[in-house]
């Protein structure tokens, strides 16, 4: 079983800067991709950002520029760098994990981020 854990969500103003962080435990060799989703009230889930085990990345049109996804392989974690925030991001973000199989990992809690003055 593979195990995913986010954080680092919280309040920040306009223009500001958050840093979230995916833990990922378990049989994470079977991970084939990282990604990062978000989900604003009244909307739908969409894709924010992911990056795949051989390094190549893909974001969204509305953060391209803004956001950064890494990992860090020694601590099986995937971060989020969130820059110049605006309050369009405002929404609960998820981590998710897919599979070698094609298979997705089940959602979390998620980390809320609220991007206010």
């Known amino acids: 079983q593979v195990q995913l854990v986010e954080s680092g969500g919280g309040l920040v103003q306009p223009g500001g800067s958050l840093r979230l962080s995916c833990a990922a435990s378990?049989?994470?060799?079977?991970?084939?991709?990282m990604g990062w989703y978000r989900q604003a009230p009244g909307k739908q889930r969409e894709l924010v950002a992911v990056?795949?085990?051989?390094?190549?990345?893909n974001y969204a049109d509305s953060v391209k520029g803004r956001f950064t996804i890494s990992r860090d392989n020694a601590k099986n974690t995937v971060y989020l760098q969130m820059n110049s925030l605006k309050p369009e991001d405002t929404a609960v973000y998820y981590c998710?994990?897919?599979?070698?199989?094609?298979?997705?990992?089940?959602w979390g809690q998620g980390t809320q981020v609220n991007v206010s003055s």
């Open positions: 998710n994990a897919e599979y070698y199989s094609g298979r997705y990992h089940p």
């Open positions: 378990g049989s994470i060799f079977s991970i084939y991709a």
């Open positions: 990056a795949t085990t051989g390094g190549s990345t």
